[in-house]
């Protein structure tokens, strides 16, 4: 079964600083991994998946197979990067989240 | 495009009572999901419809809740009796037939169960 950990439950760091938010995951096949983001009063949207191998907003995430991590980085933080961020798999037809992280940015 | 669409925002319902909630997903989404996302945690999904049929309803209570989605188009999600550990938000998502990777999320109704 797929599985999803995020260890940081919260997260603040100052404004210009670099963030990193930690994801694990378990998965016995190919996954997708993703990370998705909620702004306060916004719905959950999807921010960047690993296929794509994109940057959003300043944000990349590396997949590490031989760890099974897919950490999510930003270099230099900015204040309207304070939201929600949840980890997730995709695996079986069907997407599994991590408990989510707190990012805070304080100025 | 309005996204999809949930109602009610919010419910608070005395247990034991019957509580319903609805959704709208994006027009030409064939495959909707429903997510449960308590306190603290990610949301995990409920049910799965591609058109009417529920292809995943492993994860759904099946003694107390129930889902339909009689024309493929929007979907109910009731729950009868509520007991106090159903309080959550209640997420819909929708997509593109067997487009899993790319998910739209409503708004989200909490539910308040006293």
């Known amino acids: 079964a797929q599985r999803v950990t995020q260890p940081e439950k919260l997260l603040s760091v100052f404004k210009g600083a670099p963030v990193e938010l930690k994801c694990n995951y378990s998965y016995s096949g190919s996954p997708e991994l993703f990370w998705y983001v909620q702004y306060s009063r916004q719905r959950l949207q999807l921010l960047l998946r690993?296929?794509s191998r994109e940057s959003i907003k300043g944000f990349t995430a590396d997949l590490n197979k031989g760890e099974t991590s897919f950490h999510l980085k930003k270099p230099f933080a900015q204040e309207e990067d304070s939201a929600m961020y949840y980890c997730?798999?995709?695996?079986?037809?069907?997407?599994?989240f991590g408990q989510g992280t707190r990012l805070t940015i304080n100025p | 495009e309005a996204g999809v669409v949930q109602s009610p925002r919010y419910k608070i319902i005395e247990k034991k009572q019957p509580v319903a909630f609805w959704c709208n997903p994006i027009s030409g989404h064939n495959t909707l999901y429903w997510y449960r996302q308590n306190l603290g945690q990610g949301p995990e999904l409920l049910i799965r419809y591609e058109n009417e049929e529920a292809v995943d309803d492993s994860q759904l209570p099946k003694d107390r809740f129930s889902a339909e989605r009689l024309k493929g188009v929007d979907s109910t999600l009731k729950i009868q009796p509520a007991e106090l550990g159903d309080s959550a938000v209640y997420l819909c998502a929708s997509s593109f037939q067997w487009a899993y990777n790319e998910q739209f999320f409503g708004p989200g109704t909490r539910l308040t169960v006293l």
């Open positions: 690993h296929i």
């Open positions: 997730a798999v995709q695996g079986a037809q069907k997407l599994v």
